[in-house]
């Protein structure tokens, strides 16, 4: 069965610290990655995605992730969090088959 | 114009209440759907709409019930909820149900709280 694996449910990091968010899935096969936020009491936001090409993906607010296909992994980084990045984010993936799938979602706390 | 649009976004209703939610996207997209999302989980798919037709139900509960009435628009009717269908309710849309390689667009959700 496919999957996908946030295994961070909850990172705090202080303001204007590098973060990196975990995204690992089960399937090596063709696939489309995602990240999206969420922020308190909105509906989800697209941060980025990786169709094809570069394997280093840049996306809005200062975000970027990086494409392992060996390591089956798609993490999420930022050089320098603000305050205003205190939210949900899921890692999603579009497995070949159509099968769409969202992470548990990591909760992410920027700390003053 | 870029936008899922969602009304309400709040609603309270009482468990013998009938409501809709509403869904509107003008970007030409023809697939649409229905999410539930619980706090500090990820969304979980009721329905989707392919070509203004229902073509996938997730088994969901018939008190929920979907409405297409065109390329542009998505219903959800609500009739005799539970406490525990309280949720934030998405709505979301993309090109079709097999081109979803540019995602998922989202709309802001309806809080909805049954008492």
């Known amino acids: 069965a496919q999957s996908v694996t946030q295994l961070d449910s909850q990172v705090p990091v202080f303001e204007e610290a590098p973060v990196e968010l975990r995204c690992n899935y089960s399937?090596?096969?063709?696939?489309?990655l995602f990240w999206y936020v969420q922020y308190p009491n909105q509906g989800l936001q697209l941060l980025l995605k990786?169709?094809?090409?570069?394997?280093l993906v840049k996306g809005i607010n200062g975000f970027e992730a990086e494409f392992n296909k060996s390591q089956t992994s798609f993490h999420l980084r930022k050089p320098s969090v603000h305050i205003s990045d205190t939210a949900e984010y899921f890692c999603?993936?579009?497995?070949?088959?159509?099968?769409?799938?969202f992470g548990t979602g990591t909760s992410l706390t920027v700390i003053p | 114009d870029t936008e899922v649009t969602q009304t309400p976004k709040h609603l309270v209703m009482g468990m013998t209440n009938k409501k809709s939610l509403k869904c509107e996207q003008h970007?030409?997209?023809?697939?649409m759907y229905w999410y539930k999302q619980k706090a500090k989980k990820p969304p979980e798919l009721m329905f989707v709409?392919?070509?203004?037709?229902?073509?996938i139900n997730e088994s969901v509960p018939s008190r929920f019930s979907p409405e297409c009435p065109n390329s542009s628009l998505l219903n959800l009717h609500l009739h005799a909820l539970q406490p525990e269908d309280s949720a934030l309710y998405l709505c979301?849309?993309?090109?079709?149900?097999?081109?979803?390689?540019?995602?998922?667009?989202f709309g802001s959700g309806t809080r909805l709280t049954v008492v």
């Open positions: 399937s090596s096969v063709s696939v489309y």
């Open positions: 999603a993936v579009l497995f070949r088959g159509n099968q769409f799938y």
């Open positions: 990786y169709l094809s090409g570069s394997t």
């Open positions: 970007m030409g997209h023809r697939a």
């Open positions: 979301a849309s993309s090109q079709g149900v097999s081109d979803r390689e540019g995602g998922y667009t």
């Open positions: 709409y392919s070509y203004e037709k229902l073509s």
